[in-house]
């Protein structure tokens, strides 16, 4: 049974490693990557060419997901403000607003790390 497990774990991890080095490693054809071949083929007429750079397609999609992160973590913490203000002294209202709060905040700076790993990626790409 062992040998089985092993076996399949092998095999599992080699179909990993082959689709890493065909999708990651730059293979270059005309000084174009296959990502990026494959973003020129799926092209629209009104899509913009590049992936990479101030005005790709990465970089779009992260800026656009980072304001929509922004927007309802200010909106939670507003809500979690008000429920703050109304609780009336209640220790669990209490409770509860804060951790609005501080759900909001947490998620506002993992969006931020991870809008700065994006760029850092999408920088080490280009």
Not at 72 to 92: E, F
Request: net charge positive; charged share 5%.
């Amino acid at each position: 049974m062992k040998k089985i497990i092993n076996k399949i774990s092998y095999s599992i991890m080699s179909v990993i490693l082959a689709v890493f080095l065909t999708i990651f490693l730059p293979l270059s054809v005309y000084g174009i990557s296959p990502i990026q071949q494959g973003a020129l083929a799926a092209q629209g007429a009104q899509q913009p060419a590049q992936l990479f750079g101030s005005a790709g397609i990465f970089t779009v999609i992260s800026n656009a997901m980072l304001f929509l992160v922004g927007a309802l973590s200010v909106i939670m913490i507003i809500i979690g403000g008000l429920r703050y203000v109304i609780s009336g002294g209640n220790t669990s209202a209490i409770t509860g607003a804060k951790n609005t709060v501080l759900y909001a905040i947490v998620g506002l700076i993992v969006a931020l790390v991870s809008y700065s790993v994006i760029n850092f990626v999408l920088v080490s790409l280009h």
